[in-house]
């Protein structure tokens, strides 16, 4: 067996098996400053032929010994012949205890790695005191929120979230009042005038007597619409109109009561957002030419009558649609997968959609506009709260451009 000594106080034994150069280099690098020797004793006298390795470790740190006196030891040692090996392990624990109380043990584990984990431990405890954590990416986080402190200036908001006018004018509103704020009257009015200059063309070319093609007016136009939001709500899209008027299980009574089912699709197959007359050289300029009048005008009526919170969002939406649209796009990670992109911003508190415009295609850029196309979007979409020191978050494919830290 191999027996190291320590005297600092403390003998530990290690069997034959143990490598002799890794027991020395564990013994040096775990207690400092000491001496290794190795010198041949004899473990019993019935095996004279088998002579084992003994390291012994003098330690210097707490007791001068001289190199005389450490040849003694080693001496003593190597003449010793104890009866067997019990014996010599009690005179050198004895020896051990009368040079000192203290235990030194030499661990054959790897002193290095021991010494790194406790590091660590001691890291982790100093970041827990201070208060603050380090990411993998040594971003700095902190255990508990800041105190509350004055308002930098750039976070000041200059106006305040919620309603304003002309939504303040009317305190009490009923549902349809609300309703009416954003689509207002001149949005209908839009509607039923583009709506009839289409009713006018389809009568003219048909010499069928029909009582349904006639002209609609608002209070029409707005039943109309009532239906369309009901085909939503009880999530009729695709389901057969037809059984939405049935006098069976299947009909809801409410729609024959509006209007009969050949009206309806009279109006819907009749429904214009834009002046027919004008259109072929507006789509020249603007690929959105059938639907941008009524779409720019619902979207400044959400920002006439609501004023956002400091926090709003950026994101995209699919408006699922499969026919033909030459500004259809195709994402697949969006559940209808085919339809008509909007670009959208909302406010973070109440969702409530404060701008928006439709994706038509690549813009016409000059050669000097280097941003990206998500720098393009925020830029487009932020434009009304410019200066408002609001907050915009947007998700993870981009839309935040990296030079923008606050608006």
């Known amino acids: 067996m191999h027996v190291v000594k320590s005297y600092t106080g403390g003998v530990q034994t290690y069997p034959t098996g143990h490598n002799y150069a890794n027991i020395s280099r564990v013994a040096q690098a775990t207690l400092p400053r000491l001496h290794v020797f190795s010198v041949p004793i004899r473990i019993s006298q019935q095996e004279d032929a088998r002579r084992e390795q003994v390291l012994v470790v003098l330690s210097i740190m707490n007791r001068n010994l001289s190199t005389q006196t450490i040849q003694d030891l080693l001496q003593e040692t190597t003449d010793s012949e104890p009866e067997d090996v019990d014996e010599f392990r009690a005179d050198l624990q004895d020896e051990a205890d009368d040079i000192s109380d203290a235990e030194t043990e030499v661990s054959d584990h790897n002193t290095e790695s021991e010494l790194s984990e406790d590091e660590e431990q001691d890291e982790v405890q100093t970041e827990r005191q201070s208060g603050f954590f380090y990411g993998k990416n040594r971003y700095k986080w902190a255990e508990n929120p800041p105190a509350s402190s004055r308002t930098r200036a750039h976070n000041i908001i200059i106006h305040l979230p919620g309603i304003k006018s002309p939504a303040l004018e009317k305190p009490n509103m009923t549902p349809i009042e609300a309703w009416s704020l954003l689509i207002s009257s001149d949005i209908l009015n839009s509607l039923v005038e583009y709506t009839n200059q289409k009713i006018t063309m389809s009568s003219g070319n048909s010499t069928a007597n029909v009582t349904y093609t006639n002209h609609v007016d608002i209070e029409e136009m707005r039943a109309f619409i009532g239906l369309m939001f009901l085909c939503g709500i009880f999530k009729s899209g695709r389901e057969n109109v037809q059984s939405l008027w049935s006098t069976k299980v299947t009909g809801r009574p409410i729609f024959r009561t509006v209007m009969s089912l050949n009206r309806f699709l009279f109006l819907l197959s009749c429904l214009c957002f834009d002046d027919l007359s004008t259109r072929e050289q507006r789509k020249l300029d603007d690929p959105l030419a059938l639907i941008s009048e009524i779409f720019h005008a619902f979207i400044a009526n959400c920002q006439a009558n609501y004023s956002c919170s400091e926090y709003l969002t950026v994101d995209e939406m699919l ?80 839309f935040l451009p990296s030079n923008w830290s606050r608006h």
């Open 319 to 398: 408006v699922s649609f499969r026919g033909r649209c030459k500004f259809r796009v195709y994402i697949k990670s969006k559940p209808g997968r085919y339809g008509i992109k909007i670009q959208c911003l909302c406010d973070a508190k109440t969702f409530y959609l404060f701008n928006a415009f439709i994706y038509h295609g690549k813009e016409n850029t000059s050669r000097e506009d280097k941003r990206s196309v998500p720098t393009r979007t925020v830029m487009k979409l932020a434009k009304p709260i410019y200066g408002t020191n609001r907050n915009i978050t947007g998700d993870t494919t981009g």
